[in-house]
């Protein structure tokens, strides 16, 4: 890998080092999850709209926006919430390789991500078309119950989970092959899994497994052209292979 890379993947490391160990009380410790996004100007109408439906459901926790191309009037209507609530982040395409500066691969995504798991230890990913609600305003404590808990025990290895989002391609069919290399991928298991478009998912960062078999794989491909657009025509396939594995 480049020395960029290398030096990136470094400080993901040295992050995570910092973190908590996982103790099961991530429940308790709900409102702590941070619930991330990222928009450009042509999504920023139903980003707003799915924010504040979210916060309905979501009322304590916080909102970081990532701005991948709005406009100054939709960046100043963002700065114009209390940033303890909803904080906005400019994301820095330059932190990519050229070549993997499309909106469409998806690299972007995978940084942001492994910018907040480093962080946080753990995040809710929706894309800006996504809202969740939960009518008994229960909220992340329910999507940890179904993602994280098996009867009631906590689950350490349980690191990434979808929360919602259409099924629509078998995964085996969805990644390229040149991409399967770079993860521990059952081929087999891939024509029964799904994944689809939008979405949003619960990842964490505390299980050291997780790190080694996921995050660093996921944090190095998205830094890669020959993982991340083996195809080169800003296909998305490292996100795909990582979400299935």
Excluded at 15 to 32: M, R, Y
Excluded at 45 to 60: A, E, P, R, V
Excluded at 62 to 70: A, E, N, Q, T
Aim: aromatic letters at 10%; hydrophobic letters at 40%; one cysteine or more.
């Amino acid at each position: 890998i480049s020395p960029e890379t290398k030096a990136i993947v470094n400080r993901f490391l040295s992050l995570s080092a910092a973190l908590p160990a996982f103790s099961g009380n991530l429940i308790e410790n709900s409102d702590k999850i941070p619930i991330v996004t990222a928009s450009s100007e042509k999504y920023f109408g139903l980003l707003i709209s799915n924010i504040f439906l979210t916060s309905t459901s979501f009322q304590n926790s916080k909102f970081i926006v990532y701005d991948i191309g709005l406009s100054i009037s939709q960046i100043n209507i963002l700065k114009s919430f209390d940033q303890d609530k909803v904080e906005y982040r400019k994301f820095d395409f330059e932190m990519l390789p050229v070549e993997l500066r499309f909106y469409k691969n998806m690299s972007w995504k995978i940084y942001i991500m492994m910018d907040i798991l480093s962080s946080y230890g753990n995040l809710i990913w929706i894309d800006s078309s996504v809202s969740l609600i939960s009518g008994d305003g229960q909220g992340i404590k329910n999507i940890i119950r179904q993602v994280l808990l098996q009867n009631g025990t906590a689950v350490e290895n349980s690191c990434f989970s979808f929360v919602s989002g259409p099924s629509q391609i078998d995964a085996n069919t969805l990644i390229n092959p040149a991409v399967k290399r770079f993860f521990p991928l059952d081929s087999q298991k891939l024509s029964t899994i799904f994944g689809g478009q939008s979405h949003s998912f619960l990842a964490t960062n505390f299980d050291l497994n997780c790190r080694n078999n996921l995050w660093i794989p996921l944090l190095i491909c998205s830094l890669t052209p020959e993982c991340m657009d083996p195809s080169g025509h800003a296909t998305r396939n490292c996100l795909d292979a990582a979400r299935e594995s």
